[in-house]
């Protein structure tokens, strides 16, 4: 599956900002894969890196027009007009993000993942448009915690309590200072091209 056709396709059919934040939750994706697997707590029946990206940069590709109020059950509609489609292990992870519509709850990493990284975007880019500077690379890990637990209205769409959740033992099981790092990080590699 080639990256940047399905690239293009998140880019042509979705607004700017979920555009932006598509990318965003692909190299979360991509940086929680990378951690869980340095600590060795991947195991062998987890789908590889790319499905992971792959999920993350397309998870709101029917997030508009006939789909939005479906979303995210028509993923693979919404890909099949762009002559585009995607293996039912992804269709399952991207599923995962929004357990309250599908009926999918997250069981595999790949699915958690998703689920306690997709809203999480939101508010480390909001604490970066506070900052002065605007700049991604100058927001501390210190900052979006501060903001995630004693600013509640702060991103008030970001939903933290299934953020929180990627403590969960049967989880991810990763502390939340660590996965607000793990993804402040991801997204901090990739800040000119969502022009941050
Ligand atoms: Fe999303």
């Not at 062998?44 to 792959?54: G, S, V």
């Not at 004693?150 to 099981?173: S, Y």
Request: net charge negative; with cysteine.
């Amino acid at each position: 599956m080639d990256r940047q056709i399905y690239k293009d396709a998140v880019e042509k059919t979705l607004e700017k900002n979920i555009f932006y934040h598509s990318l965003a939750l692909e190299t979360c994706m991509g940086g929680i894969y990378d951690y869980l697997k340095t600590n060795n707590q991947l195991d062998q029946n987890e789908p590889p890196k790319e499905d992971w990206l792959l999920s993350g940069l397309i998870h709101d590709i029917d997030y508009v027009g006939e789909f939005k109020e479906f979303h995210p059950n028509k993923t693979k509609e919404a890909l099949k007009k762009l002559d585009l489609e995607i293996p039912d292990s992804i269709d399952q992870i991207v599923k995962a993000h929004a357990p309250s519509i599908t009926n999918i709850n997250p069981t595999s990493k790949a699915q958690w993942a998703i689920f306690c990284a997709d809203s999480l975007t939101g508010l480390i880019v909001a604490v970066a448009m506070v900052y002065p500077s605007k700049k991604l690379s100058d927001v501390k890990v210190s900052s979006v915690l501060k903001r995630f637990l004693k600013e509640p209205r702060f991103a008030a769409g970001t939903r933290r309590d299934e953020v929180a959740q990627c403590e969960l033992p049967e989880g991810l099981n990763i502390p939340l200072e660590k996965f607000i790092e793990i993804c402040l990080t991801s997204i901090q590699q990739i800040a000119p091209e969502i022009g941050l």
